[in-house]
């Protein structure tokens, strides 16, 4: 258990120091480099433990002890800075801090006891009036992680959804990246729940076994972390982040309320909807990778909210589908052209405007039922 608390302690401490050397942090950045020390310092009092420091310094017990509660708002807090519009953390974003400071006053009378004193008096408390606080926080303990990492997972698909109004491509590595870590939390906190079972419902574990298989699975977070971090490299680098453009205005009413009080009338949404589909065609901006409706718009000489609307009601879409649609069909005019059977599959689709290959063949599939090759197999069949 030693070793797997230094490996882990050690991983931690350095990814967080590679985020501190970054020169342009942003907020995102310095929140993921307190995450990971808070991470290192968790790891290092299971080492503590081991080593009997809370035995000569009682007010550790205190410090590390509600810990746990720490990561779910971390984890909910870095989310929230790559996703939302203002970027800022707001004051009332720290209350989700506060059961973790709730959690240490139960242990402030014990704290100031001697080591030993301390430790067997806590061991003590299996029931009694002065057993519910521990109780609650043992609670807290089992189950904040996992309510947190469900809670960003449904924000993460909300911004996904208002992505798609926005974003002509949804290949974001920094939403894969935020997936990743909701799955990594959301897998910890269910081995603390199940290994707490074990040990006290069916005896399956000792406490040091259920100990060495939480940490273990810590410390292997902390190692995917860093995995996913280097293959991402704009999480250690000053490369920047592709999800630091992805923020958008975080609507809380539905469109139909939003649209009734844009202003325009049916036959101004009609005149510029024959605008829009005039200049798709003859400019074709769906060649830019990187189309936003802020982009688009401001083209057409529209605000994002009237073209979002004009495409929700007479296209019947949202702005990625619509884009993508004049992408796939570009697409499959050029592979019928005999003058581009020279190319490849992706060499086409980057030239209509897809940014990869994985973004094309998710699309094309998504929109055709077809993979790319599928789709090329039955127009050799057809021929």
């Not at 609307?309 to 990625?320: G, K, L, M, P």
Request: net charge neutral; with cysteine; hydrophobic share 45%.
């Amino acid at each position: 258990m030693e070793a797997i608390s230094i490996i882990g302690m050690g991983l931690a401490f350095f990814f967080e120091l590679l985020l501190l050397r970054k020169k342009d942090k942003s907020i995102s950045d310095r929140i993921l480099a307190v995450w990971m020390f808070i991470i290192g310092l968790h790891l290092f009092s299971a080492y503590g433990i081991a080593q009997g420091f809370h035995l000569r310094w009682p007010l550790l017990i205190m410090i590390f002890a509600p810990f746990p509660m720490l990561h779910g708002p971390f984890l909910l807090l870095y989310l929230m800075s790559l996703t939302r519009e203002s970027r800022k953390v707001r004051w009332y974003d720290l209350i989700h801090f506060l059961p973790y400071l709730l959690g240490t006053i139960p242990f402030l009378p014990y704290a100031q006891l001697p080591g030993a004193e301390a430790m067997s008096k806590l061991e003590s408390l299996e029931t009694g009036a002065q057993s519910w606080p521990f109780l609650m926080i043992g609670f807290g303990i089992q189950t904040s992680g996992l309510i947190y990492a469900v809670v960003s997972y449904i924000l993460l698909q909300r911004h996904r959804k208002r992505m798609k109004d926005q974003f002509s491509d949804q290949e974001q590595v920094s939403l894969e990246w935020l997936r990743y870590l909701i799955l990594g939390i959301g897998i910890i906190y269910v081995v603390v729940m199940a290994s707490v079972w074990l040990e006290r419902t069916s005896g399956l574990l000792s406490p040091d076994w259920r100990e060495f298989l939480i940490y273990t699975t810590v410390t292997l977070f902390v190692f995917l972390f860093g995995y996913y971090g280097i293959r991402q490299e704009s999480i250690f680098t000053d490369q920047p982040l592709s999800g630091r453009k992805t923020a958008v205005p975080d609507y809380s009413e539905p469109d139909i309320e939003r649209y009734q009080r844009s202003g325009l009338k049916s036959e101004q949404i009609d005149q510029y909807y024959q605008r829009l589909l005039e200049f798709m065609e003859e400019e074709k901006p769906f060649f830019e990778s990187r189309l936003s409706l802020n982009q688009l718009a401001e083209h057409l000489g529209l605000s994002p909210n009237h073209l979002s609307q004009i495409i929700n009601e007479r296209a019947n879409q949202n702005f990625y589908q619509l884009v993508n649609g004049y992408r796939i069909r570009c697409f499959k005019e050029k592979l019928q052209d005999p003058a581009n059977a020279h190319l490849t599959l992706l060499a086409i689709a980057l030239d209509c405007g897809f940014n990869s290959k994985s973004s094309f063949n998710h699309t094309f599939k998504k929109m055709t039922g077809h993979t790319p090759s599928q789709y090329q197999q039955l127009l050799r069949e057809q021929s």
